[in-house]
T-cell receptor, first 110, second 115 residues
Framework: TQLLEQSPQFLSIQEGENLTVYCNSSSVFSSLQWYRQEPGEGPVLLVT?????EVKKLKRLTFQFGDARKDSSLHITAAQTGDTGLYLCAGARGYQKVTFGTGTKLQVIP | DAGVIQSPRHEVTEMGQEVTLRCKPI?????LFWYRQTMMRGLELLIY????????DSGMPEDRFSAKMPNASFSTLKIQPSEPRDSAVYFC?????????????FGQGTRLTVV
């Protein structure tokens, strides 16, 4: 059972465009993370959000945790080719088990 | 710290053979996770340990898969006998559970091909 659904699955955009990736669940999570994975590498943590409604910014990336702590979004402003990769959300219930979403594969075209 | 270290990086084996994947977590981390990643199913949690004790192995596909963590600095994932459908990238991750935020740090993975 996949607890975290991400949309879209694939996204191909031109450099300079904005985009939003969504992560949705019917379950409540105590915290939620966003990871980026490049080919041949493991996922690398970008951010963790723990409070409902929380917004975090990491340069051109804006992360939001839903008020009910069931969903999250990642917005990228003025995408660059270096943003290309697989974006994964991951929810933690309790403080141990982490479950990953289905992933969004982003390609930024120069 | 060198991060999570996995070995081997690549493994090609024949169907029916035993395969052992190894992981050294980040020193001081108390949780260790084994994941499998495929195009079809994405990143799936197989098993996780807390303080060297298996907590949840509900993701282990079948009895051919087993995992051990004999001490805080080493874990293995064994497949015996291996089958072509086991071909995937296997990741080990570790974390330090603190409060509500569990942040997993991943190794580079082992790409397993069973022919």
């Amino acid at each position: 059972t996949q607890l975290l659904e991400q949309s879209p699955q694939f996204l191909s955009i031109q450099e300079g465009e904005n985009l939003t990736v969504y992560c949705n669940s019917s379950s409540v999570f105590s915290s939620l993370q966003w990871y980026r994975q490049e080919p041949g590498e493991g996922p690398v943590l970008l951010v963790t959000v723990v409070t409902g409604g929380e917004v975090k910014k990491l340069k051109r990336l804006t992360f939001q945790f839903g008020d009910a702590r069931k969903d999250s979004s990642l917005h990228i402003t003025a995408a660059q080719t270096g943003d290309t990769g697989l974006y994964l959300c991951a929810g933690a219930r309790g403080y141990q088990k982490v479950t990953f979403g289905t992933g969004t594969k982003l390609q930024v075209i120069p | 710290d060198a991060g999570v270290i996995q070995s081997p990086r690549h493994e090609v084996t024949e169907m029916g053979q035993e395969v052992t994947l190894r992981c050294k977590p980040i020193s001081g981390h108390n949780s260790l996770f084994w994941y499998r990643q495929t195009m079809m199913r994405g990143l799936e949690l197989l098993i996780y340990f807390n303080n060297n004790v298996p907590i949840d192995d509900s993701g282990m596909p079948e009895d051919r898969f087993s995992a051990k963590m004999p001490n805080a600095s080493f874990s293995t994932l064994k497949i015996q006998p291996s089958e072509p459908r086991d071909s995937a990238v296997y990741f080990c991750a570790s974390s330090l559970a603190q409060g509500l935020a569990t942040e997993a740090f991943f190794g580079q993975g082992t790409r397993l091909t069973v022919v």
